[in-house]
RNA sequence: GGGUGGUUAGCUCAGUUGGUCUAGAGCGUCUGGUUUACACCCAGAAGGUCACUGGUUCGACUCCAGUACCACCCACCA
């Protein structure tokens, strides 16, 4: 016998463990079955899992069980990602705190130092595994890749020497941030803004007043900007010069005219500084204007600031005030001035921007023919679209969809804005740019591709790529085949033709992760993936929200108080509860609050199903029956079924109809709702207690049989090990079964209404009780009239008294006011109970006259749409029959209520 | 400055193209309960003018416009 509650502790790794032995979760590319493909999003090689990977796992395990279940060939597909910055830093940093080594880079040199970084890498990698586990995930092991793995890293070679051949890969200088700190360039997408109080600083510079809040870039300032249309300065003209006093002496200044002045802030005028400034870039660019630097790339200043060279820019900052002042340049301090500073996502330091020669990738040249193989799903083919048109066309076309849709316009958004990607960072951990350069004495040679060139005194470019350059390949580079990796004779595109798992698996189902990285990731996958493969990466893109604390506040790593930690919850209250509390009752792309009552809740709801099961064992036990040996067949034959039986199994065909829909549809939070309520509310409350007075082994077993199979890919766990307990016995494991499907014979709505009516009777009486303040022991007689009923309710008597806990109870069939109600009368009270609709004549009389006009009216505004013409040519067919089926539902309606009023008088 | 989402019971949230929603659930609260599984339970009850103002409609929580507040994203801040 099973114990008195569900033990997730004893049970979940077990299980686990017997499901990956079994092999259920390999994929076969040599199948016929229709593939179903899920990337798992590679969770950094880092450390912890976290709760966003815990929804992101029982998301995704519910869509591959659903599919395997359907029949398809399921690949779920796990790794991890290397994430060059995140890794570095935070291995650098363990370093410098554990050896106390200030400069672990320049100590310890490249070799060394990646070699740490791998060893903690495959370290964080085990313990990732293992979570993964935890929660249950049905992912193929076998299939694991990691963003540095050889075949991986051959596709990033192929890719890079692919873009660089067809010019979307160029050199250049350019402005780029920079993290001073951790020594590399960041992308526009990695930085975040800190709000920091600075004092700000008004100076005179010539005629003009100009503010900063950065005195220490100023050296270089030869140029004074304004608006053209600032009546200020309408006596200046754009390329005027003139002479003036400044930090190191006299100066030549140029006037500058430009539209990005804001006339409105501070003096309306500024200097600019454009080898440190996005904006100053781009005006000096426009205005072909001198570039100088002033920053070195440590944070220091450089010999341009004379006296002050080599002061870290802190420093400086205070001097040059201080000298200024004493010129008596300074005007005016604002020590309350906030601004923002620019500070990296990942490493966490001040970003300073710099001109730096770089790697970029270009995103408006148009060079790409999209669709550019057979297999790809797109419309027509085009020619020469930029990189930035066949994102933008992927997606326009609905050949992927976005869910919920309303990411799909933060994406466009977004693309119209993208600018050049620059992917080169100048960190030691990640995909090495493949780029090779030999200096002679008198020439610079540069080779881009796959291998280092043959010949002597090549040097590896030391700069490594951005990391989603390599996630960007994710999708597809996963299934390549590794044995292939080295075989240089192949080109890319045969690599993908001689991949099996890429040729049956991509592109792949659905990709879910959360909207946070739509832009780092989404984005780049399908820029990256169309242009290498042809193929779109996915064709589903589910967005899930980020989970809040109970205030609504971020779970921050920096603040463990408010975080829910998956593995203290999980030995708590198990993987299944976790993963109900995450998808029940969130939404895609919206944001929802967890906490620990709310798992406690769906704790309970598996011990319910587990104590169901446990009843339904002991019924079967009592009854000689053993559940292993009971016949689906039986079931749908009998006709001597029980009103309760045949409502029941009606039912249950509603709820694999609603649930089936619900998943192919992605609408998970409502299917885990249905399935709760139908388990709890009519399985447990009312079909598991009416079958106390007259069990039928054949349907329990039969009913929650079907009940674990819809409820295996949201609680895999409990649900296989109640399958064991009730499986036929050659069956094999539940995740191997197939989903159950709809049997018209079992449905019978008649049985479902008369059941109805049964549970209206035994509600009224229970709340006749409470209303009379008659305890539940007490035995009441009760005497039921009824004009339509007798037969109904006299069938089910022993439910009726049972349940009502009734001593007695006799049923008249007398002639009652008005059809369909009744009137119950207890110890000599009256009491009237309806059975649906009301008993007082008037208020009934009243109520169905207001119920006439109203229909009434609702079918003069039927009629009237329907005799539209534009409505009937213009509308969608489903939508003119909808129409229809309410014409027809509301005429019915309206019969039934003339009849009523006639029965009334 | 541009954009997106939210505002429904004390709390956390559902509500699928406007019409069985006379608005639901879970938790919490209150009352009662040793019922052939389950106190991680059972039976009941209280609690909402669906943020506000207009509009469209025979009919609006649902559609449109505007207002307020909250949250997030993008850009800019010399």
Known sequence: MLPKAYDPQGTEDRIYKMWEESGAFKADASSDKESFTVSMPPPNATGQLHLGHAVMLALEDIFIRFARAQGKEALWLPGTDHAAIATESVVIKKIQEEEKIPDPRASLGREELIKRIAHFVSESQDTIRSQVRKMGSSCDWSRERYTMDKSLNRCVNEVFTKMYKDGLIYRGHRIVN??????????????????????????????????????????????????????????????????????????????????????????????????????????????????????????????????????????????????????????????????????????????????????????????????????????????????????????????????????????????????????????????????????????????????????????????????????????????????????????????????????????????ETGYDILFFWVARMILMTTYATGQIPFETVYLHGLIRTRDGAKMSKSDPSSCIDPLEIIPKYGADALRLSMIVGQSPGNDSRLFEEKIAGYRNFVNKLWNASRFVLMTCENEGVDPHEVESLKVEKSKSLSLADRALLSALQDVIEDVTKGLEEYRLSEVGERLYSFIWDYFCDWYLELSKGQANCDVLVHVLRTIVKLLHPYCPFVTEELWAQISSDDSGILMKQLWPEVDKKLKDQKSQDELQIVIDVITAIRSIRADNGLDQGAKLEVIIHTKDHVDLLESQRDHIMRMGRLSDLKIDAVSVQHENAASMFLKGIEVHVPLEGAIDVDKEKAKLAKEKESLEKFLKGINSKLGNERFISSAPEDVVKLERDKLKSVKEKLEKVDERLKVLG
């Not at 000096?284 to 204007?289: D, F, G, N, S």
């Open 178 to 511: 920079w993290d001073p700190k951790m020594q590399t360039t960041v992308s526009d997408d990695e930085i975040e803004y800190r709000e920091e109080k600075a004092p700000f600083y008004t100076f005179q510079y010539g005629p003009f007043q100009i503010g900063t809040s950065r005195p220490e870039t100023k050296f270089g300032d030869k140029y004074v900007v304004m608006h053209p249309d600032d009546p200020r300065y309408e006596k200046y003209e754009n390329g005027d010069q003139f002479e003036c006093e400044w930090i190191n002496g006299k100066i030549k200044a140029n006037i500058i005219k430009d539209k990005v002045i804001d006339m409105e802030f501070g003096t309306g005028c500024m200097t600019i500084t454009p080898w440190h400034d996005h904006v100053d870039f781009d005006l000096a660019e426009r205005h072909e204007l001198d570039k100088e630097q002033i920053i070195d790339f440590e944070g220091k200043l450089l010999p341009i600031a004379d006296e002050f060279a080599g002061m870290p820019i802190e420093e400086a900052r205070t001097k040059i005030v201080e000298k200024l002042d004493k010129k008596g340049l300074l005007v005016s301090t604002d020590e309350d001035y906030v601004h923002r500073v620019a500070v990296s996502y990942r490493g966490k330091g001040k970003v300073e921007p710099q001109i730096k020669e770089q790697w970029f990738i270009d995103v408006n040249k148009p060079v790409i023919e999209w669709p550019s193989s057979a297999k790809a799903t797109g419309g027509k083919k085009k020619k020469n679209m930029s990189l930035k048109e066949v994102m933008q066309d992927v997606v326009r076309s609905g050949d992927i969809k976005i869910i919920p849709d309303r990411f799909g316009k933060v994406y466009f958004h977004w693309i119209d804005n993208l600018r050049d990607w620059c992917i080169s960072r100048q960190i030691w951990w990640g995909h090495r740019i493949p780029v090779w350069h030999k200096e002679d004495k008198d020439s610079k040679k540069m080779h881009v591709g796959v291998q280092e060139p043959e010949g002597d005194g090549w040097k590896q470019d030391p700069d490594t790529l951005d990391t989603w350059f390599s996630s960007g390949l994710w999708t597809w580079s996963t299934l390549i085949d590794p044995d292939l990796a080295d075989d240089h004779s192949l080109s890319l595109q045969d690599l993908l033709d001689k991949s099996p798992d890429f040729q049956k698996f991509h592109p792949t189902s659905v990709m």
